[in-house]
């Protein structure tokens, strides 16, 4: 209903599109960003910014990305150099009461992880892990219910917040976890398009989707944005259960 009243609608689109002061309006593109490698901005260049988003970093993104090359993760890589945006597929259902959505298999995914993305591998030098264990780590997802069930498990020092929350702050990853999951393929208002924009341009040097690919591809831009990312396999660990 509110989108149909034009109430996502800021007051100054209304004035540059719905007025006459607005069709004299001159409009700048700021089309140049030094927070993450281009690597990373292909996606929302391509679907936000006409292709025209480019990145004023001088560093090589194989040097700007080394310090995840080092990381226990399995970041995949492509002519040896790490690629930042990964997908890792949940099938775990969403919950189906209240309503804020939670899914308590993407929150036990993000737990697993997390230590992966700070600790290094064997033989990796001082330096490496100096530089692991300085990156910071920020979980968003759309939903106040997800995060109380985040911060239940995930350590304080690790910030959780819903991506309208997190509007103009960076992190040097972002974990994403989109909740939805069922057979119907709602994914509610995951479908505003900003709210992808303003996720994905949050991270500075990586991105990682946690989701139901079928559930996000009856979305036509959710879809095109996994297809950007990579797919990487993650096993969980096997709770054996009492007899």
Known sequence: MGAALEFDVSLLERL???TQWGARMRKTMLDIQYRSPAELMLFPSKEFYDG???????ATTATILSALAAASFPWPRRNGVVVPTVFIQCSTEEDLGGMSKSNIGQVELVEHILPMLTSAKQNSGPGHVAALASLSITVLTPYKKQIQALKHKLPAS???STVDAFQGRESDIIIFSTVRCNVEGDIGFLEDARRLNVMWTRARLALI????RPTMNTNPL???ALESCTHVEINMPVVASSA
């Open 158 to 160: 690790v910030p959780c």
């Open 16 to 18: 540059y599109t719905h």
């Open 222 to 224: 959710w879809k095109r």
């Open 209 to 212: 989707i946690i989701g139901d």
């Open 52 to 58: 025209k988003l480019r990145t004023g970093l001088k």
